[in-house]
Nanobody, 115 residues
């Protein structure tokens, strides 16, 4: 079955960096667009970044452009989100997702940006 397992979240000070990982299994990873979403307390889940199946095209939310980088390693069935210059407003649960028959979600990883 399709599984997405996020890791790499934690507590970081403003201006710091984190790298999230999402390990995928149960489908042909290299054939699917992968995305990261996030959900802050009391807010709707929002799209952060996406990457095409071969990794040739990426897209970002305006709020993270220039600070976050999405990438993938199809040999490792893993998608990454490098987050730099983190701000308190980046605090959220971050989810990895893909559309394999239906929208699939990981369990999420908490990112907290605070001094």
């Amino acid at each position: 079955q399709v599984q997405l397992v996020e890791s790499g979240g934690g507590l970081v000070q403003p201006g710091g960096s984190l790298r999230l990982s999402c390990a995928a299994s149960g489908f042909t990873f290299s054939s699917y667009i992968m995305s990261w979403y996030r959900q802050a307390p009391g807010k709707e889940r929002e799209l952060v970044a996406s990457i095409t199946s071969a990794g040739g095209t990426t897209s970002y939310a305006v709020s993270v452009k220039g600070r976050f980088t999405i990438s993938r390693d199809n040999a490792k069935n893993t998608v990454y989100l490098q987050m730099n210059s983190l701000k308190p407003e980046d605090t959220a649960v971050y989810y990895c997702t893909t559309l394999v028959g239906q929208r699939r979600w990981g369990q999420g990883t908490q990112v907290t940006v605070s001094s």
